[in-house]
């Protein structure tokens, strides 16, 4: 919790950027409009597929798999070109692996095609249910692991005896070790890593980790930070957080990894609460002509350009491939119809 004397002045930055930016930001503008006709109208195509391929998975503690590519989400076997895999495994909820593998699909459909291909050589990414840990379901990651690092980064005691867990961890600078991220993290092996997400999560079903967060669009920006992206647009992405520590943008941005992460989930919409984004969020601001700041996911990405334009740019690249206007239309989950 923030106390009331950081508070008020971040209050008080936050009511002069929405003057500010209010008065150039514009429904009508020619930007918003190419936003609005971008190429966004899969929606009831793609949610009418969940539904009807829904009532067809009926058998619960199922092992579902999916095969994402940036046209699609629903192959079932592996096409000839580049994917990424989506494995759920002893699922319970029907529905959440093609879910997971449509938010996969939203969030790379866009980016520049040689990240894309990054991710698709030696990354995927897992579901799994709550009543089980990733380890128990994904044996390829325990092979040869000392069993203290399960779950674990950094140096570890087992035995009196030192461990380094860093081969199987993405990155020590993040703690993943906390209670906020127990069954939540990005499991790296040598070259190979899987993002593993909690399946209610993904769905907003029964016990949620985060009931006001998208976990599998937080952590996937993790990824991006810690296993993709080249090495200068991470040297941008700390430079960027650095200008905007010293220019008190954003309010208790850890590190580096939280501010891209941060940046990812306010770029895809994926948090439903904007304490929990530290300020990057602009849906609760009431601009000079008493409306909403934002009213959709554009004007979202506007204030973020306004307010940061380094982190703005990185993001602009990263997952639309410098168009701002075409819509990831995420949202804070996505529904699975448990139909039986």
């Given amino acids: 919790m923030r106390t009331l004397r950081v508070v008020l002045p971040f209050l008080l930055v936050h009511a002069l950027a929405a003057d500010d930016i209010s008065n150039i930001y514009n429904d009508e503008s020619f930007e918003h409009n190419q936003y609005a006709r971008a190429v966004n109208d899969i929606d009831l195509d793609t949610d009418i597929g969940i539904h009807e391929r829904s009532r067809r998975q009926t058998q619960p503690s199922a092992d579902k798999e999916y095969y994402v590519t940036q046209c699609g989400y629903d192959n079932q076997e592996q ?48 579901v799994f249910p709550t009543r089980d840990l990733p380890a128990n379901l994904f044996p390829e990651f325990t092979e040869n692991m000392p069993s203290i690092c399960g779950g674990k980064c950094g140096i570890q005691f087992q035995n009196d005896q030192q461990v380094d867990c860093s081969p199987w961890c993405t990155t020590p600078e993040y703690p993943y070790q906390n209670t906020a991220y127990s069954i939540n993290y990005l499991w790296a092996y040598g070259n190979f890593s899987r993002l593993f997400v909690v399946e209610t999560n993904v769905v907003c079903e029964g016990f949620n980790p985060s ?17 993709i992206l080249d ?33 990812t989930l306010a770029w895809f919409n994926g948090a439903g609460r904007n304490n929990l984004l530290k300020g990057m969020a602009c849906l609760n601001i009431i601009g000079s002509n008493g409306r909403n700041l934002c009213s959709d996911a554009y004007g979202q990405r506007q204030f973020i350009k306004q307010r940061d334009s380094k982190l703005y740019k990185l993001l602009n690249y990263i997952y639309n491939n410098n168009r701002e206007y075409v819509n990831g239309d995420t949202s804070l989950c996505e529904k699975a119809n448990n139909i039986p």
């Fill in 79 to 126: 096409p000839d070109g580049p994917s990424v895999q989506v494995l759920g495994k002893s699922l319970e909820i029907n529905g959440a692996a093609l879910a997971a593998a449509k938010v996969v699909h939203l969030l790379v459909r866009f980016m520049p095609r040689k990240i894309f291909l990054t991710i698709a050589a030696n990354n995927t990414i897992g």
């Fill in 211 to 227: 009931g006001s967060e998208n976990l599998l669009i937080r952590e996937f920006g993790f990824m991006l930070m810690t296993r």
């Fill in 231 to 263: 090495n200068k647009t991470v040297t941008d992405i700390k430079n960027a957080y650095t200008a905007a520590t010293a220019n008190f943008t954003w309010a208790g941005v850890k590190n580096e990894y939280e501010y891209f992460m941060l940046g």
